[in-house]
């Protein structure tokens, strides 16, 4: 038995030394041949094997300081659960310009390198290139280059607990989601750009054709379905920043995409296509009235073939934002005053749209492209089930510390009673509850049904109102109204029982 466990151990070890991949040259060779026009500027392309350190992270970024020390500047955000400083470089041109903010970001998922090689060699780029020098004149840069430093460190895609990142953006229960949460509403951006790497050779792919499929996408573009994100920023996203990107990687003969992944009901395999979730970063950005992308490039468990490819294919999209952002700052600003005036009603169920249509795959067998039909499940075509007229504003209690915390590292402005004060509100009396017995990123999940009463009720000093005329307003709609799937009583955050009310209340208008 001990044998058997070392040569196992042997096989893991070599396969990771290995960096083995699934994907045959000749797929390699035919549909992502790699770029030779990258050039060997960041640790992980110095090398022929394993991909950039901590150290080396840190040893290239301090480079870049010491160099660009007008424009670059370093700091660190926190610290990860293993101890490891969380950098963040911002590129600011001091010119006397106004200037449009954007926030870039790699490596939350530890086992998707490109996402964050791509930003060092963006940084390189930007700062050793004179042919886009003119990209900084209007835009305030800041980028985190490694999100997830001790998943990255072992090649894992979760946090040194187990938490998935992008599964934690409303909840924040990992140190480092606190940090980078707080980072971002602290810089408060226009533009937030998160990249990321997808798994090409899925379990399900394996169930279609005769020897299976794999994604054919170079990259896919995510950005929010969910109705809560005001529809002119929607538009914008997709129609400006996504379109622009998308020409440019057609220039280069890069294939592209809206965001698909897969999903079983009743046994067929679905294709979910964008997403609604605030519990990832792609709606959680877009929620605080920011143009918000998450970029998935083709690449986990790929290894480093077409490493430099994936890399290609990011650094051209993060350019193509930073250039959209630069002409279009004046529009940017204007879309999201306008969205930041809106007072639509809260939605808090959805109905994705529902339809057939022909999705484009690699068959492994064939090692040709082939088209089968499937039933899409479309957040981008959603229709609201359930909605509440939004409130004037929200009343938390003041003993309620974890929520009010939570809220202000979403980038949310709280005012507190300086005295005790009688206001007409609506009340949360839960009239069904259903708690999961499964956790779900280590959260026990309720499903509740409230009542909603009129009542004058008087409030103490020190209670928390949170007012719905600003930015973060949608933000915090979606953790505060309790149905919403991704709200504090969805996750267990705030615990209830049948009939108790809420200790959360919304300010009739």
């Given at each position: 038995?001990?044998?058997?466990?070392?040569?196992?151990?042997?096989?893991?070890?070599?396969?990771?030394?290995?960096?083995?991949?699934?994907?045959?040259?000749?797929?390699?060779?035919?549909?992502?041949?790699?770029?030779?026009e990258?050039?060997?500027?960041?640790?992980?392309?110095?090398?022929?094997?394993?991909?950039?350190?901590y150290?080396?992270?840190?040893?290239?970024?301090?480079?870049?300081?010491?160099?660009?020390?007008?424009?670059?500047?370093?700091?660190?955000?926190?610290?990860?659960?293993?101890?490891?400083?969380?950098?963040?470089?911002?590129?600011?041109?001091?010119?006397?310009?106004?200037?449009?903010?954007?926030?870039?970001?790699?490596?939350?998922?530890?086992?998707?390198?490109?996402?964050?090689?791509s930003?060092?060699?963006?940084?390189?780029?930007?700062?050793?290139?004179?042919?886009?020098?003119?990209?900084?004149?209007?835009?305030?840069?800041?980028?985190?280059?490694?999100?997830?430093?001790?998943?990255?460190?072992?090649?894992?895609?979760?946090?040194?607990?187990?938490?998935?990142?992008?599964?934690?953006?409303?909840?924040?229960?990992?140190?480092?989601?606190?940090?980078?949460?707080?980072?971002?509403?602290?810089?408060?951006?226009?533009?937030?750009?998160?990249f990321?790497?997808?798994?090409?050779?899925?379990?399900?792919?394996?169930?279609?054709?005769?020897?299976?499929?794999?994604?054919?996408?170079?990259?896919?573009?995510?950005?929010?379905?969910?109705?809560?994100?005001?529809?002119?920023?929607?538009?914008?996203?997709?129609?400006?920043f996504?379109?622009?990107?998308?020409?440019?990687?057609?220039?280069?003969?890069?294939?592209?995409?809206?965001?698909?992944?897969?999903?079983?009901?009743?046994?067929?395999i679905?294709?979910?296509?964008?997403?609604?979730?605030?519990?990832?970063?792609?709606?959680?950005?877009?929620?605080?009235?920011?143009?918000?992308?998450?970029?998935?490039?083709?690449?986990?468990?790929?290894?480093?073939?077409?490493?430099?490819?994936?890399?290609?294919?990011?650094?051209?999209?993060?350019?193509?934002?930073l250039?959209?952002?630069?002409?279009?700052?004046?529009?940017?600003?204007?879309?999201?005053?306008?969205?930041?005036?809106?007072?639509?009603?809260?939605?808090?169920?959805?109905?994705?749209?529902?339809?057939?249509?022909?999705?484009?795959?690699?068959?492994?067998?064939?090692?040709?492209?082939?088209?089968?039909?499937?039933?899409?499940r479309?957040?981008?075509?959603?229709?609201?089930?359930?909605?509440?007229?939004?409130?004037?504003?929200?009343?938390?209690?003041?003993?309620?510390?974890?929520?009010?915390?939570?809220?202000?590292?979403?980038?949310?402005?709280?005012?507190?009673?300086?005295?005790?004060?009688?206001?007409?509100?609506?009340?949360?009396?839960?009239?069904?509850?259903?708690?999961?017995?499964?956790?779900?990123?280590?959260?026990?999940?309720?499903?509740?049904?409230?009542?909603?009463?009129?009542?004058?009720?008087?409030?103490?000093?020190?209670?928390?109102?949170?007012?719905?005329?600003?930015?973060?307003?949608?933000?915090?709609?979606?953790?505060l109204?309790?149905?919403?799937?991704?709200s504090?009583?969805?996750?267990?955050?705030?615990?209830?029982?049948?009939?108790?009310?809420?200790?959360?209340?919304?300010?009739?208008?």
């Amino acid at each position: 038995m001990k044998k058997l466990v070392i040569i196992l151990f042997l096989i893991m070890s070599f396969t990771i030394h290995a960096q083995f991949s699934p994907q045959t040259k000749k797929i390699t060779n035919k549909f992502f041949p790699d770029r030779e026009e990258v050039l060997n500027t960041t640790p992980a392309l110095q090398k022929k094997r394993g991909f950039t350190n901590y150290k080396e992270l840190i040893a290239f970024l301090d480079k870049l300081v010491n160099e660009h020390s007008d424009i670059v500047s370093l700091s660190y955000i926190g610290e990860s659960q293993k101890k490891r400083q969380i950098p963040l470089i911002k590129l600011v041109v001091p010119n006397g310009e106004e200037k449009i903010k954007v926030w870039m970001q790699g490596g939350l998922h530890g086992n998707e390198p490109a996402s964050t090689e791509s930003m060092l060699y963006l940084l390189d780029r930007l700062l050793n290139d004179a042919s886009y020098i003119d990209i900084l004149e209007n835009i305030e840069l800041a980028v985190i280059p490694m999100a997830n430093i001790d998943g990255y460190l072992k090649n894992d895609r979760y946090a040194a607990n187990g938490l998935d990142l992008n599964r934690d953006q409303t909840k924040l229960m990992a140190p480092e989601s606190v940090v980078l949460k707080q980072a971002f509403s602290n810089f408060n951006p226009d533009v937030g750009v998160d990249f990321h790497e997808y798994r090409p050779y899925r379990r399900d792919y394996a169930r279609l054709g005769d020897f299976g499929l794999t994604n054919m996408y170079d990259a896919m573009f995510l950005f929010s379905g969910n109705l809560n994100v005001p529809q002119n920023l929607r538009t914008l996203t997709d129609e400006l920043f996504v379109e622009n990107a998308r020409r440019v990687l057609d220039e280069y003969g890069y294939t592209h995409q809206p965001y698909i992944s897969t999903r079983k009901v009743e046994g067929d395999i679905h294709i979910n296509q964008g997403s609604i979730s605030s519990r990832s970063s792609a709606s959680n950005y877009a929620l605080t009235n920011t143009i918000s992308s998450l970029i998935e490039i083709r690449g986990v468990g790929l290894g480093k073939t077409s490493f430099k490819r994936r890399i290609h294919s990011s650094f051209l999209i993060a350019i193509s934002y930073l250039k959209t952002a630069s002409e279009h700052m004046n529009l940017v600003k204007d879309e999201i005053e306008i969205a930041t005036a809106q007072t639509n009603n809260v939605v808090l169920e959805y109905n994705r749209g529902i339809y057939k249509d022909s999705v484009q795959f690699i068959d492994i067998n064939t090692n040709e492209y082939v088209q089968f039909e499937m039933t899409v499940r479309d957040a981008w075509k959603a229709k609201a089930k359930l909605t509440r007229v939004r409130p004037k504003a929200y009343i938390i209690e003041a003993n309620q510390t974890e929520i009010i915390q939570k809220l202000q590292t979403l980038g949310v402005k709280i005012e507190f009673l300086e005295e005790d004060k009688t206001y007409a509100v609506e009340t949360y009396e839960v009239a069904s509850l259903y708690r999961k017995p499964i956790r779900y990123e280590k959260m026990k999940l309720q499903t509740v049904e409230v009542n909603l009463k009129k009542e004058e009720k008087t409030f103490n000093k020190g209670t928390a109102i949170v007012m719905m005329n600003q930015r973060r307003a949608n933000i915090t709609a979606e953790v505060l109204e309790p149905e919403a799937p991704n709200s504090f009583v969805s996750f267990g955050i705030l615990k209830t029982n049948k009939g108790e009310t809420l200790p959360i209340y919304r300010l009739l208008n």
